[in-house]
C-alpha cells in the first residue's frame, strides 16, 4: 500500500490514525501488553485494554504514555510500529512522512523522544505539532487571524491551555491533569468513604454515566462493584452524581486554574478578544456534564464545547497533512 503520510494522536488514553482521503482509521487505548518471560509485545490497542487489571504475573499490560509524554520509550515505540504497520503494512516500498501531536508544555528532550520513536518505528521522517495548536485547527477556529482565540484542550494525561493569534501560541499552560486524573480521584474516593477498591475502568464508567463538574439538584445513582477491603470479597454500593462531582474538585481546580494562569500571562487586547469570543473545550474530558458551565461560572467568560470535540486534535492533525507544505514552513518541528 503507498501510504505517504499519516497522522498520528499518541495520547495518554487514545491513539488516533488519520491517512488522508480516508479520514480517521484507527481510534484505539493507548495500552500495550507485554510478556515479561519473552519480553515480547502481545498485545496493543482494544486487545491489550481488555487485559488491564486481569493479568497474570507473566504479562504486564501498561500505558506507556504518562501525562502526554513517553514513559516507556522501548513499548511506545512497538505500540507506534504496530499502528504503522496497521495502516501500510509489514512490507512498504515508501517510509511515510508522520505528523504527531505533542503536548505544549514538553521538554525538548521529550520531544525529541517523540520523534525518535516515530523515526524508529517506520517513519521517514517525523514532525511534532502543539496539541493546542491542532485541537484549535481542529474545532475550525481562524488560528491565522490577528485575534485572540483561546482553546482548553482536556485529554487523557494532560489539560492544555493556550490563547493563539496570528498562527502561533501567545500564552500556554499544560497542567498534568485530565480524564486519567479524574478516573484516580474517584477510585480513591471510594476506598476511603466505602472500603471498596474499584480499577481504572470502573472509574471511568461512573466518570461517563454520572459524573458532573457541577452539584446537579436532581441526584442520579450507580451502582458500583469491587472488592471490599476489609473482608476482601466482593461488594457493591450505591453511589451518587454529587459524591462523583465532590470527588472530582481538586482535579477540576487544577483546570480551572490554568486557564486563570493563561488570561493572566496574556496580552490585554488579546484577553479582551477571548472575553468577546467566548473559550472553546475540546478533548474527551470536555464531555464531562456541565463542565463548560463550571468554567463560564468561575471564570466568567462564556466557554463552549466544540463540535466532535474528542477528535479536534486528529482533525487538525488532518487538516495539517492535507496542506503539508505549508504547515512545514509555519508549525512544524521536526527535531
Do not use: W
Not at 490514525?17 to 484507527?26: C, N, Q, R, T
Not at 474538585?249 to 467566548?278: C, F, T
Amino acid at each position: 500500500m503507498f501510504i505517504r503520510k499519516i497522522g498520528i494522536d499518541l495520547g495518554t488514553a487514545n491513539t488516533l490514525v488519520f491517512v488522508p482521503g480516508k479520514g480517521i482509521i484507527i481510534n484505539e487505548p493507548s495500552v500495550v501488553a507485554v510478556s515479561m518471560v519473552e519480553n515480547r509485545v502481545l498485545a496493543v490497542g482494544n486487545a491489550a485494554k481488555e487485559m488491564l487489571g486481569r493479568t497474570p504475573d507473566t504479562i504486564m499490560a501498561s500505558r506507556p504514555m504518562r501525562d502526554g509524554v513517553i514513559a516507556d520509550y522501548r513499548v511506545t515505540e512497538a505500540m507506534l510500529k504496530y499502528f504503522i504497520n496497521k495502516v501500510s503494512g509489514k512490507f512498504r516500498f515508501i517510509r511515510p512522512e508522520i505528523v504527531l501531536s505533542i503536548p505544549a508544555g514538553v521538554t525538548s528532550t521529550e520531544r525529541r523522544a517523540v520523534i525518535d520513536a516515530a523515526v524508529k518505528a517506520g517513519a521517514k521522517t517525523a514532525y511534532v505539532v502543539k496539541e493546542p495548536v491542532l485541537a484549535a485547527i481542529g474545532a475550525g477556529i481562524p488560528i491565522h487571524s490577528a485575534a485572540g482565540n483561546m482553546i482548553i484542550d482536556i485529554g487523557g494525561g494532560t489539560s492544555e491551555v493556550a490563547i493563539i493569534s496570528l498562527g502561533g501560541v501567545v500564552a500556554t499552560h499544560s497542567a498534568r491533569v485530565g480524564g486519567n486524573k479524574l478516573d484516580q480521584a474517584i477510585a480513591d474516593y471510594i476506598k476511603r468513604k466505602y472500603g471498596l477498591a474499584i480499577g481504572e475502568r470502573t472509574a471511568e464508567e461512573v466518570k461517563i454515566q454520572i459524573g458532573s463538574a457541577m452539584q446537579q439538584v436532581k441526584d442520579e445513582y450507580m451502582e458500583v462493584r469491587g472488592r471490599d477491603l476489609a473482608g476482601g470479597l466482593p461488594k457493591i454500593v450505591k453511589i451518587s452524581s454529587n459524591e462523583v462531582t465532590e470527588a472530582m474538585q481538586d482535579e477540576l481546580r487544577e483546570i480551572i486554574n490554568a486557564i486563570k494562569k493563561v488570561l493572566q500571562e496574556a496580552p490585554p487586547e488579546l484577553a479582551a478578544d477571548v472575553m468577546d469570543k467566548g473559550m472553546v473545550l475540546s478533548g474527551g474530558g470536555s464531555l464531562l456534564k456541565n463542565i463548560d458551565q463550571l468554567i463560564t461560572k468561575t471564570i466568567e467568560v462564556p466557554c463552549y464545547v466544540a463540535d466532535d470535540a474528542m477528535f479536534c486534535v486528529i482533525k487538525g492533525i488532518g487538516i495539517a497533512l492535507e496542506n503539508l507544505e505549508l504547515y512545514k514552513r509555519t508549525l512544524l518541528l521536526s527535531k
